[in-house]
């Protein structure tokens, strides 16, 4: 007689509004009151994350910072400390991998966890999920979210649920009585566009979503998206965690007080978006063979163009002079820029092509070290402190 397979149980974690929940914990002052993290007012930019407390005033992620103001100018506004926030994260996935052999992080502030067969060393899956909150908030005194369910999608859905400070478990035999009342707004992928043609039908709740056929759901919405919702209603998704891959890119971008023609000023900064790619190339080991800029008009029209290298690159002279080539060459010079970017992507140590010996663009052991002393100096006194001198080209007009 063939063996039952175990249920798969998927545990997803999700700290609350992890930046502001950590200036919190760190300023007493800040306790119990609205706090902003992201950009400061009177800059544009806009909300990384914020408290409960600032929710209240229909304040979110990525809404602009005027904005924000606006809504809550009682607000605490802070610049992020990306160096707390990462010293918290990294103690906060040390205890999942103590829960699990297999935790997949898709951000800063949570990961999921494969917790199928781990009742008999730690419990059943409300009892893991209260040893985690438990145990991040020993750690770090921040609370987190769980989620438990058969796949990715429950998991994801059941710790957005009772947030913050939430648990919920939802096992297979009540997928559906979870899902029937939920609005259909809370699916994935289900944006402003989306949503019209949603309403437009008449459709409020996941349980009428159910309603529909797949043929008729693919008419409406499209055949990729259609069948993504006809499968989400069902509470049907991957249930596959793992180690996610390296990142496929690495940017920097920035946006500016006033809008600018200013050469001198894009090329500057330009110039220092470029100095932190190298840097972080560098440290993560990579080198990328696509060179790649953004650019943004006052009106948000926004532009990409890229190139690719005859060899994979994390210098930063070879990397500032193509994106500046890039700029030189977009049709932009001249216009008022809103923001400009740029970043490196696609891994590699070549493309196939035999290198020549003597080409003075292939780096050297002499460039190895100058970069390499270059970052430390970096890391020990902060950057704009050294950096290595690029030809001061004036582009063409």
């Excluded at 998927?10 to 914990?25: G, T």
């Excluded at 924000?68 to 992020?80: D, G, I, S, V, W």
């Excluded at 529909?212 to 596959?240: P, W």
Aim: net charge positive; charged share 25%.
């Amino acid at each position: 007689m063939q063996e039952k397979l175990a249920p798969r149980l998927i545990a997803h974690v999700d700290m609350d509004a992890f930046f502001a929940s950590i200036e919190q914990r760190d300023r007493p002052e800040c306790r119990s009151r609205p706090v902003v993290v992201g950009a400061l007012p009177g800059n544009r930019g806009v909300v990384s994350t914020c408290s409960y407390e600032a929710r209240e005033f229909g304040i979110r992620s990525a809404m602009p910072i005027a904005e924000a103001y606006r809504r809550c100018p009682n607000a605490t506004f802070l610049k992020p400390n990306m160096r707390s926030y990462s010293e918290a994260s990294d103690k906060v996935m040390a205890i999942l991998a103590s829960i699990s052999p297999v935790v997949e992080q898709v951000s800063v502030d949570e990961a999921y966890l494969d917790i199928s067969g781990l009742e008999r060393l730690h419990g059943s899956p409300e009892t893991i999920g209260r040893k985690i909150k438990a145990a991040v908030w020993q750690a770090t005194e921040l609370s987190c979210s769980v989620g438990v369910g058969s796949n990715r999608l429950i998991a994801k859905l059941a710790s957005e649920h009772n947030k913050p400070d939430g648990l919920t478990v939802v096992l297979a035999d009540q997928i559906v009585a979870f899902l029937d009342p939920m609005p259909v707004a809370n699916l994935r992928g289900v944006g402003p566009q989306t949503l019209k043609t949603v309403q437009r039908l008449g459709i409020r709740t996941v349980r009428q979503l159910r309603e529909y056929t797949l043929e008729s759901l693919q008419h409406y919405f499209g055949e990729k998206m259609g069948g993504g919702l006809y499968r989400q209603a069902r509470g049907e998704a991957s249930a596959h965690v793992g180690v996610r891959g390296e990142r496929s890119s690495i940017s920097k971008e920035t946006t500016f007080g006033e809008d600018t023609k200013d050469l001198r000023k894009l090329r500057d900064t330009l110039r220092q978006l470029t100095a932190e790619v190298g840097r972080t190339l560098r440290r993560e080991g990579l080198k990328g063979q696509v060179v790649s800029i953004k650019v943004r008009l006052p009106g948000f029209e926004t532009y990409t163009r890229q190139r690719r290298l005859a060899f994979a690159e994390d210098r930063d002279s070879m990397l500032f002079t193509v994106a500046w080539e890039l700029f030189a060459t977009s049709g932009k010079m001249g216009q008022p820029i809103r923001l400009i970017g740029m970043g490196v992507s696609d891994w590699g140590e070549g493309s196939g092509t035999m290198l020549d010996l003597f080409d003075s663009t292939q780096p050297s052991d002499r460039d190895h070290r100058l970069y390499s002393m270059m970052d430390e100096a970096t890391d020990r006194f902060g950057k704009g402190k050294l950096s290595l001198g690029i030809p001061d080209k004036k582009p063409k007009s």
